[in-house]
């Protein structure tokens, strides 16, 4: 009994040093993560929207946008929206839009898809086939959008998140 008792607190000391590691550890790496994950979307959105010179955050209906400007004109929106994929993490990804609805670029931020097949999603060869829709254009995989052999699922889920955003804008711009 003596010595389950002993083996138990030696456990439980154990417990203790790993866990106020972990926290130390996590207390001192937040802020640098946070810092990168604000650097790494505001990348995103230069690249979605590349001629923007400044972005202001928008919240509308409890969805957030941000309007580019550039000479103190709005030129476009982007639009961070997420759909569901294969894996159970969603698609996140940016949506750049003109003023007149048209899709100029789409950037994927992160995904749960299968590496090599689902993951194709992000290659610039499927993203390039947004460019230029509307919120009118039907965006069906196998229809005006090429799917990715395999990643059916994936592909779905991309031009999903896609069509998310450009309704989205239509509700919001589009009088």
Same mark, same amino acid.
Request: hydrophobic share 40%.
């Given at each position: !009994?003596?010595?389950?008792?002993?083996?138990?607190?030696?456990?439980?000391?154990?417990?203790?040093?790993?866990?106020?590691?972990?926290?130390?550890?996590?207390?001192?790496?937040?802020?640098?993560?946070?810092?990168?994950?604000?650097?790494?979307?505001?990348?995103?959105?230069?690249?979605?929207?590349?001629?923007?010179?400044?972005?202001?955050?928008?919240?509308?209906?409890?969805?957030?946008?941000?309007?580019?400007?550039?000479?103190?004109?709005?030129?476009?929106?982007?639009?961070?929206?997420?759909?569901?994929?294969?894996?159970?993490?969603?698609?996140? !990804?940016?949506?750049?839009?003109? !003023?007149?609805?048209?899709?100029?670029?789409?950037?994927?931020?992160?995904?749960?898809?299968?590496?090599?097949?689902?993951?194709?999603?992000?290659?610039?060869?499927?993203?390039?086939?947004? !460019?230029?829709?509307?919120?009118?254009?039907?965006?069906?995989?196998?229809?005006?959008?090429?799917?990715?052999?395999?990643?059916?699922?994936?592909?779905?889920?991309?031009?999903?998140?896609?069509?998310?955003?450009?309704?989205?804008?239509?509700?919001?711009?589009?009088?």
């Amino acid at each position: !009994m003596r010595e389950i008792s002993k083996l138990g607190i030696i456990l439980a000391v154990i417990c203790a040093i790993a866990a106020g590691s972990l926290a130390y550890v996590y207390q001192t790496t937040r802020p640098v993560i946070e810092e990168r994950k604000v650097k790494e979307f505001e990348a995103a959105l230069r690249a979605v929207i590349p001629e923007a010179e400044n972005f202001r955050e928008t919240k509308k209906d409890g969805s957030s946008f941000y309007v580019a400007t550039k000479a103190g004109k709005e030129i476009g929106v982007a639009i961070p929206v997420e759909s569901k994929g294969y894996g159970s993490t969603p698609i996140t !990804m940016v949506v750049g839009v003109d !003023m007149t609805g048209k899709v100029l670029r789409v950037k994927v931020l992160g995904h749960g898809e299968t590496a090599g097949l689902g993951s194709k999603i992000e290659q610039d060869s499927f993203l390039r086939q947004f !460019m230029g829709k509307t919120p009118e254009s039907p965006l069906v995989v196998g229809q005006d959008i090429d799917g990715i052999s395999g990643a059916t699922i994936s592909s779905r889920g991309a031009t999903a998140g896609v069509k998310k955003a450009l309704t989205g804008f239509a509700a919001l711009f589009k009088k």
